[in-house]
């Protein structure tokens, strides 16, 4: 990794993973209209931002002292350890007259923030952090907020970009909302 010397701090820092200025309003572009899709539930569309080998995962968090920190996997309990077949599934669930837990629907606000985009080995690949904060609001007077941090794994298909993995880890423990039917 080549490494330059910051003219304002004096300390060095990595410049070998860091994305072009045009690279990370690309990718902040991409997550903004995912986020939008979501809101406006066009699902159909969502799914067309996902690889055919998606790996959507959110693990359930435990909580640990911090000597006890470790890494989840895919072995533990998660609330979601879905592939795109899944997904699919969950969309079609929303589209069914018998969704009762969506009737009537819930609306969402999807906040992304704190976007950083790594270079990876890979040139078609991109590993990007991000914050997200999904405001859910259901039937007169029922509203939950849901902040997580999220992992992606990024891949170009045909010069789009595509989500090829997400990893979802929220700061809630224990969730308040009712049902969690919804994609963060």
């Known amino acids: 990794m080549s490494q ?8 060095k820092k990595n410049t070998a993973n860091h994305a072009s200025l045009e690279l990370i309003n690309e990718v902040q572009q991409f997550l903004y209209r995912e986020a939008r899709l979501l809101d406006a539930e066009q699902f159909r569309d969502w799914l067309g931002m996902l690889t055919e080998d998606i790996h959507y995962w959110m693990p359930y968090r435990y909580q640990r002292y911090r000597r006890n920190e470790k890494d989840p996997t ?16 969950r969309v079609r669930r929303t589209e069914m007259d018998t969704c009762r837990s969506e009737d009537p629907a819930s609306r969402f606000a999807h906040v992304i923030t704190n976007i950083e985009v790594e270079l990876t080995e890979n040139s078609d690949e991109l590993t ?20 997580g941090h999220r992992e992606d794994l990024l891949r170009r298909v045909n010069s789009e970009l ?3 993995r997400r990893k979802i880890i929220l700061d ?7 049902k969690l039917n919804t994609f963060l």
Not at 74 to 89: M, P, Q
Not at 172 to 178: D, G, M, P, S, Y
Request: net charge negative; charged share 25%.
């Open 4 to 11: 330059t010397l910051s003219k304002t701090s004096g300390t």
């Open 74 to 89: 895919i072995y533990e309990a998660s609330y979601f350890n879905d592939s795109l077949d899944d997904l699919d599934k």
């Open 128 to 147: 990007v952090y991000s914050l997200t904060s999904v405001h859910r609001n259901m039937n007169e007077d029922d509203g939950h907020v849901m902040i």
């Open 162 to 164: 595509k989500i090829a």
């Open 172 to 178: 809630q423990n224990i969730f308040t909302n009712k």
